[in-house]
């Protein structure tokens, strides 16, 4: 079996797709022979079948980024891991068209959206690490005369990183970038869904030049090869991304291993809350933005909507009318804003949760319904009469559903939108500086946006509060996720201890 196969993209052009196990640098074969096939959401055909990562390449995997680690890799110095990084983003800067159209044939999101947000940003977050990676440092402690100690920022090791599927290349990114910029050596489990772009790039990494061994990745499912980076005696970390009852297993996993060091990030539940001095149509548009992007498969979706009484109906009306006003159709196709749902699983679950709430007595603003009868489609949809203990209310769905509710004063609004076992994002529109920023320091989320919602950038930390996960992502904060403190106290002479 040839470990590569032509794809034809449907808007034109093709790419040459790596189908390997990347390890030291090449493509291999999986080790049990397995092959998993990867589905088109848009014609639910297969797309191409891919070597099937098992525990034993998770093994070879392992072994090759230790002894990259405690090899080669040891001996750059940061300057060059930066130029490694640089490297690696001129290549995808390159390849950009061909990552767009990937990206968008394996996920379903449009290519404009691809080639507009998810590889331009994934590029950006590997230049910012680039940045950081010479500037990793300790410091000088003055305890007394007779000693000199200091710390130093190191790097853990081996670091497991197990991705999704709703932003692959940019949770890919937002991985490595960190993990290099430190010198950590990386074993990138990809999502099962969609794993092309991230294997692609295997090739540029190894054109970038890195060394054999530092980052390895690996195509397969969560519950083989994912448990197995998990549960592993010699990976030193493990960063994860997806649900919070998989986030649950990894830790678990850590705990009952080798105890190794656990950043999570995790489900939402997000309240976009709208004051009645808010402008009202920018208001609209970050409403609409906040939960339709991406079509509602982030985890930072503002699903739980609630909007002033007073000006409630009139924004109910003119929410429904932007809402109906996106475009639902073929990825490929320049003015598609929805494309479908990831995956067959996906979209049962979230027409599961529309009956829910359909079932729970919520009424049906818009949509409610499949977009079409091929793909995994599904119409922007709105609930409203929903209460703060159903189901639609509480649980993440993951896809383009939301619920709408009034509040009456800022203190309710705080109240509601804290009411969720997540805390990873929110938002308040105001025009009020005031209620902006006291609505903003009593919302318990990682992120709050004011007056615009889904703006992601690689410099701002973003992360959970409560159940959305452990650590931050981007900015400088992801750093100290990616090292690990260590003290040397010198004795300096003085006199003896007793
Ligand atoms: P989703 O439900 O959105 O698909 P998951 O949390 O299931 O999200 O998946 C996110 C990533 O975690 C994927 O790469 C998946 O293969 C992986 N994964 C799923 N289950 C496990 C598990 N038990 N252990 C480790 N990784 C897992």
């Not at 497991?160 to 932003?167: A, L």
């Not at 007073?310 to 006003?325: C, G, M, T, V």
């Not at 209460?387 to 559903?401: H, L």
Request: charged share 20%; net charge neutral.
């Amino acid at each position: 079996m040839s470990l590569t196969q032509k794809i034809d993209f449907p808007g034109g052009g093709s790419v040459e797709q790596p189908l390997g196990i990347f390890i030291n640098n090449e493509y291999h074969k999986a080790v049990d022979g397995g092959t998993f096939e990867t589905i088109n959401p848009t014609t639910e055909k297969p797309i191409v079948a891919l070597q099937e990562a098992t525990e034993k390449d998770v093994d070879l995997a392992v072994a090759a980024a230790r002894k990259a680690f405690e090899g080669e890799w040891r001996a750059v110095i940061p300057e060059q891991r930066a130029k490694y990084l640089q490297k690696l983003a001129d290549l995808m800067e390159r390849d950009a068209e061909i990552l767009a159209k990937l990206e968008s044939l394996d996920n379903g999101k449009a290519v404009s959206m691809a080639a507009g947000a998810d590889i331009p940003m994934s590029i950006a977050c590997l230049r910012y690490y680039a940045g950081w990676s010479d500037k990793i440092e300790g410091r000088v402690m003055d305890t007394n005369p007779d000693t000199f100690a200091y710390t130093r920022a190191e790097p853990i090791g081996v670091c497991g990183q197990i991705i999704p599927w709703n932003f692959p290349l940019l949770m890919w990114s937002w991985k490595i970038g960190p993990a290099i910029a430190t010198g950590n050596v990386v074993v990138m489990k990809v999502a099962e869904q969609t794993p092309l772009t991230g294997l692609y790039c295997g090739k540029l990494i190894k054109e970038a030049g890195f060394p054999p061994g530092v980052i390895n990745i690996l195509a397969g499912y969560g519950k083989t090869a994912g448990a197995a980076i998990a549960a592993h005696m010699d990976v030193d970390k493990v960063a994860f991304t997806g649900s919070t009852i998989v986030g649950r297993s990894i830790m678990k996993a850590a705990a009952g291993s080798n105890l190794k060091k656990v950043t999570l990030e995790l489900g939402g539940k997000s309240p976009n809350i709208v004051f009645k001095d808010a402008d009202i149509e920018q208001a609209i548009s970050w409403v609409n933005f906040g939960i339709y992007m991406n079509h509602g498969q982030c985890c930072c979706a503002g699903s739980r909507i609630y909007v002033q009484e007073e000006i409630y109906d009139k924004f109910l009306e003119a929410f429904k009318a932007r809402a109906k006003k996106n475009v639902v159709g073929l990825p490929h196709e320049a003015n598609t804003f929805q494309g479908p749902q990831v995956s067959k699983v996906q979209f049962d679950r979230i027409m599961g949760y529309i009956d829910e709430g359909k079932k729970a007595g919520a009424k049906v603003e818009i949509g409610g319904e499949r977009h079409g009868n091929e793909g995994y489609f599904i119409q922007p949809t709105i609930f409203s009469g929903v209460s703060e203990d159903m189901k639609i209310m509480q649980e993440e769905i993951f896809g383009p559903v939301c619920s709408i509710a009034k509040f009456k004063t800022e203190e309710d609004a705080i109240k509601v939108g804290n009411h969720s076992t997540y805390g990873l994002a929110a938002a308040v529109h105001t025009t009020n500086i005031n209620t902006a920023i006291r609505v903003a320091n009593a919302l318990r989320a990682g992120t709050v946006w004011v007056n615009n919602y889904n703006m992601l950038h690689h410099q701002l930390p973003f992360g959970g509060y409560k159940e959305s996960g452990i650590g931050r992502e981007l900015g400088e904060a992801a750093l100290a996720n990616y090292t690990q403190t260590k003290t040397v106290n010198i004795r300096l002479g003085g006199a003896l201890f007793g």
